[in-house]
């Protein structure tokens, strides 16, 4: 996952990291995106901002499971973190509804503007 910010002097820069294993789970993808911005951004005024993504796999693709996925599939917490396949599922259903209804039909409560905060 990689950004790039472009300041209104037009200086630029690019940050980017990898995630542990492959995702389409665009909540994996936003969390990285907002943690490369947060240690990025020198708080001046933002021209652009632009998120990619590299080295895409194929729906479908074996995934290697670690250590932690394994421990967290027994754990019956309902506060724990949503699972790799929980999040996939909620992204299809997500992408169907929109692709059903149009695109700003149905969008994480997380994306949604604040007002308070102005």
């Given at each position: 996952v990689g950004i790039e910010i472009k300041y209104n002097d037009f200086s630029r820069i690019t940050r980017q990291m990898t995630?542990?294993?492959p995702t389409d789970s665009s909540r994996e993808i936003y969390e990285c995106s907002?943690?490369?911005f947060?240690?990025?951004?020198?708080?001046?005024?933002?021209r652009?901002?632009?998120i990619r993504t590299a080295n895409?796999?194929?729906d479908g693709d074996p995934e290697q499971m670690s250590i932690m996925d394994m421990m967290?599939?027994?754990e019956e917490n309902s506060l724990a973190k949503p699972s790799h396949d929980k999040l996939k599922?909620?992204?299809?259903?997500?992408?169907e509804i929109k692709e059903k209804f149009g695109r700003d039909t149905i969008t994480r409560a997380s994306l949604l503007?604040?007002?308070?905060?102005?």
């Open positions: 995630v542990d294993r907002i943690k490369l947060g240690d990025a951004w020198d708080k001046k005024p933002v652009l901002l632009g895409l796999g194929e967290s599939q027994g599922k909620l992204d299809r259903a997500l992408d503007e604040n007002d308070d905060d102005e």
